[in-house]
């Protein structure tokens, strides 16, 4: 069973914090991982993807893969209030997308 | 330019009754996704097509669901007879190609309360 496995939260962070994201997954053959977001009532939003190891950057986000431990993450710097919201980490390699259950970030203004 | 596009947005049924959900994906895109999204077990696929060919289903619960996608800009999600278990927000997505780093785009979903 491929599994991903995050933190329901809630993560809470004051405005203009770091918020930090994690996610696991079981499946070593996963080669492709991505993060999507999605706020209450609306579908889930591509903000980022990584296929190598170490960190990729866009703007405030960073996202981090360590494939020897089966890790992934996402950085968020100065966050917003904007940026609440439910962040799903997904991983696939020859089969589609597995996706996690989600963390839900709430950032205090 | 469009997005994907899903119909109805909200459908309210009894217990029993044939349900269809329709989704039109992102023209020029080869892939296409059904979803199912609920608090318990979060987002899971049901089936994906490629090219309009069903090509892994084996997250469809069971015989009561039943997808098509009889041309490369049209699919349905079908349901019958439908249950209260059912009631989730159904998903459709759809990507350009390939599986492994193709970026998915999802419809606005589908939230159905099975009563």
């Known amino acids: 069973q491929k599994e991903v496995e995050q933190n329901s939260g809630p993560l809470s962070v004051p405005e203009g914090a770091i918020a930090s994201l994690n996610c696991t997954y079981s499946?070593?053959?996963?080669?492709?991982f991505f993060w999507y977001r999605q706020y209450s009532g609306k579908s889930p939003e591509l903000i980022m993807f990584?296929?190598?190891?170490g960190d990729k950057e866009d703007g405030r986000f960073t996202a981090q893969l360590n494939k020897a431990s089966q890790y992934v993450s996402l950085l968020i710097r100065d966050s917003q209030p904007s940026d609440s919201a439910t962040y799903l980490c997904?991983?696939?390699?020859?089969?589609?997308?597995?996706f996690g259950k989600g963390t839900r970030l709430s950032v205090i203004a | 330019d469009a997005g994907v596009i899903q119909s109805p947005r909200h459908e309210v049924t009894e217990m029993g009754q044939e349900v269809t959900l329709r989704c039109k994906p992102i023209?020029?895109?080869?892939?296409l996704f059904w979803y199912r999204q609920t608090m318990m077990r979060g987002l899971e696929l049901l089936i994906y097509?490629?090219?309009?060919?069903?090509?892994?289903d084996s997250g469809m619960p069971e015989d009561r669901f039943s997808a098509k996608m009889p041309n490369a800009s049209f699919s349905t999600l079908k349901i019958q007879p439908s249950e209260p278990r059912d009631s989730a927000v159904y998903f459709c997505?759809?990507?350009?190609?390939?599986?492994?780093?193709?970026?998915?785009?999802f419809g606005p979903g589908t939230r159905l309360t099975v009563l």
């Open positions: 990584i296929y190598s190891n």
């Open positions: 997904a991983a696939s390699g020859n089969t589609p997308l597995v």
């Open positions: 097509f490629n090219n309009n060919v069903p090509i892994d």
């Open positions: 499946d070593r053959g996963s080669q492709s």
């Open positions: 997505a759809s990507s350009l190609g390939g599986l492994r780093t193709d970026t998915q785009y």
């Open positions: 023209s020029g895109h080869n892939s």
